[in-house]
């Protein structure tokens, strides 16, 4: 059983940026794809971003050109950057990796972008 843990969420300002970081207990290697949602107060958890062991990378509209999702698995670790970052923003942000059949999440990080 592979454990995803979040970190680098807090307060930032309109325009700021941030980086959340998904450590795995495990090699993340073989993981394909490796996923970051958001789930907003009283919405449903969206899909943001994507990448796959290739470096191929997805990224939904909202986040496009802000966002950029990397891994590095040496390090057995997932990157979000966010940039020119925005009030709708505001959300707990998870990880999630795909491997070997079994979809595994973290608990998530709180992000909140307010002035």
């Known amino acids: 059983q592979v454990q995803l843990v979040e970190s680098g969420g807090g307060l930032v300002q309109p325009g700021g940026s941030l980086r959340l970081s998904c450590a795995a207990s495990?090699?993340?290697?073989?993981?394909?794809?490796m996923y970051w949602y958001r789930q907003a107060p009283g919405k449903e958890r969206d899909l943001i971003a994507q990448i796959f062991s290739g470096g191929y990378t997805y990224y939904a509209d909202s986040v496009k050109g802000r966002f950029t999702i990397s891994r590095d698995n040496g390090k057995n670790t997932l990157y979000l950057q966010m940039s020119s970052m925005r009030s709708e923003d505001t959300a707990v942000y998870y990880c999630?990796?795909?491997?070997?059949?079994?979809?595994?999440w973290g608990q998530g990080t709180q992000v909140t972008v307010s002035s």
């Open positions: 999630s990796g795909f491997d070997r059949g079994n979809k595994y």
């Open positions: 495990a090699s993340i290697a073989s993981f394909a794809p």
